[in-house]
């Protein structure tokens, strides 16, 4: 280093910086590369579609609660919906069997989605003539007749957030005519002379115990 007040002489030790600098000019060509996989691989699978059918699922807590497509299906939403853990992965079901219904309302509402799909699904025999045994072709369709325009994508019967629309309505005379603030005021004043009478009678009853 130099000495006193003088120059600082310019360090050259970072001549070779060009060799480490990483560009990213193929992310355009990456791009390019990965949707003509997808259609590759939608073309490859077809008529079955990209992915699978899931459930709606609610996110727990009151902050973060919203619905989305969960990972898959409970066994008892299988069992509402007739159908076995093993055929539904057959034909595009998700399964997953971790996971437990807690929701009365969430359970048929995956139920009713399960049965949506079962009418829409249409199962191609793979040996000549033979179907599986839990679904039929329809009488009219078939195999070498289908045609489809463009291979199904994005998800399956993709999941529409319902619009809330709120109820207005008059407030009533009785409504405006109530004091809300004094009524929450009384309620927390009982609340608190109850929890005063309990403890008292309950050091009561350990003075009693205690003579």
């Keep these: 280093m130099v000495k006193h007040n003088?120059?600082?002489v310019t360090s050259h030790f970072k001549k070779d910086w060009d060799?480490?600098?990483?560009t990213n000019f193929n992310i355009p060509a990456k791009r390019q590369r990965r949707k003509k996989a997808r259609k590759a691989k939608a073309h490859k699978m077809w008529p079955r579609p990209l992915k699978n059918l899931r459930p709606i699922v609610?996110?727990?807590g009151r902050h973060y609660y919203r619905e989305r497509l969960g990972r898959g299906f409970s066994v008892q939403e299988l069992q509402g919906a007739k159908l076995s853990v093993g055929f539904a992965r057959t034909v595009g079901i998700s399964v997953d069997l971790r996971r437990?219904?807690?929701?009365?309302?969430?359970?048929?509402?995956?139920?009713?989605r399960l049965n949506e799909y079962k009418s829409k699904l249409v199962i191609f025999p793979r040996k000549g003539a033979k179907s599986k045994k839990h679904f039929q072709l329809p009488a009219?369709?078939?195999?070498?007749?289908v045609k489809v325009q463009e291979e199904p994508r994005g998800d399956v019967?993709?999941?529409?957030k319902e619009a809330f629309t709120p109820?207005?309505?008059?407030?009533?005379?009785?409504?405006?005519s109530q004091n809300t603030v004094k009524t929450l005021r009384k309620a927390t004043w009982a609340k608190k002379e109850f929890r005063k009478k309990k403890a008292k009678a309950s050091r009561g009853k350990k003075t009693k115990k205690k003579k």
Excluded: G, S
């Design 6 to 8: 003088n120059e600082v």
């Design 19 to 22: 060799k480490w600098v990483r």
């Design 58 to 60: 609610r996110c727990p």
């Design 100 to 112: 437990v219904n807690r929701n009365e309302e969430a359970l048929l509402k995956n139920i009713q």
């Design 140 to 145: 009219t369709t078939d195999a070498d007749k």
């Design 157 to 160: 019967m993709p999941y529409v």
């Design 167 to 176: 109820v207005f309505r008059t407030i009533t005379d009785e409504e405006n």
